[in-house]
């Protein structure tokens, strides 16, 4: 009989996944244990631990209250398989499951990567100062590898339309947060606002593989601060590299960075790993990309980060999301979604 630990083991159905796992993930050893992956703030992931003590991942979507294309199982799946043999490190993609009958939606298995996920300062701060900045470094190489993938060679070509990757996504998120806020909601008409000025200013588009959400939190380190996976691919799509550049790049911050009430100091706010403006010149170095435009693609990126958060509160609100602590965390502070955004466009002179 397999066992569940923890509260808010929401949408997991221990006796028949088990059962699902034991004839098909190859070397798996009945029965398993299920713990929820604390951290979580989209898809449910489960650690699982077999009777032989292996570990595997098994990841699905929340229980509702998502756009219709988003958590999608199996174009997850997609993209780590593809990326699996390339030089882009991932998770072993073990096992797929499109039978909503085992668990109430499709699911995948993958092998489990032992390492640090730098989610917050305490993490970091448990790198030690040389391994910082291989973690900086070694996450652009990462980035420069997945964007020397042809979408066509590595069998991708087909999971995203030809239209230009700002526009798909401009449209995707403003009706992500239509249906997250309420209609009064200040908010609402702040991100609006920001919308129809990114709208108005689509740059031209290159096409490659894109992550969606490249960043430290998304992915496991060795003590020495190299990469050994990448994970939540749940986002990704084709479009412009830049698209990814520019979030990595929002997304880190630095010693002495003013984050704004409410904001929680990231994990390169520690002292140790480079600089900003290090890791485009990194990433220029490796790539040979044009870079210019950076600061459009960083507001695009704060504004569909706040479209992601808006829907993110919502889901919790719902009580569609196992309970790890993001709900309480976000009733404490609630700052303007949008502001962030609003900042980066007066900063790309846009505002």
Known sequence: MSAAEGQGLAGLEPELVEEWLAA??????????????????????????????????????????VLSTAHDMGREWRFISAMAPTAVPVAPPLAFCDDESVTGA?????????????????????????????????????????HALDPD?????????QEGYVQRQLRRWN???????AADDPDLGQLEEIHDVLAAHIPEQTRGVVHGDFRPGNMAFGPDGTVRAVFDWELSTLGDPRADLSYLVAAWHEPGDDVGEGTEPGPTSVPGFPTRDELVAHYTRLTGRDVSGLPYWIAFNRWRSACILAGVRARYLAGVMADDGYLAEAQQSRPRLGEA?????KAAGLG
Do not use: C, I
């Not at 798996?28 to 009777?51: E, K, Q």
């Not at 499709?106 to 448990?126: C, I, K, Q, T």
């Not at 291989?134 to 980035?143: I, Q």
């Not at 009706?175 to 806020?181: F, G, I, K």
């Open 153 to 161: 060679d590595v069998g991708l070509g087909a999971t995203a339309s």
């Open 106 to 146: 499709g699911f995948y298995v993958m092998g489990f990567v032992d390492g640090r996920v730098l989610a917050d300062r305490a993490a970091a701060e448990e790198l030690a100062p040389a391994a910082r900045m291989r973690a900086g470094e070694h996450v652009v190489e990462v980035l420069a590898a997945l």
């Open 341 to 345: 955004a609003a900042q980066a466009l």
């Open 24 to 65: 098909n993930v190859p070397g798996l050893v009945a029965p398993v244990r299920f713990v929820l992956v604390a951290g979580g703030r989209s898809n449910l992931t489960y650690r699982v631990t077999d009777a032989s003590g292996q570990h595997f991942a098994l990841r699905r979507p929340p229980l509702g209250g």
């Open 175 to 181: 009706r992500q947060v239509h249906a997250s806020l």
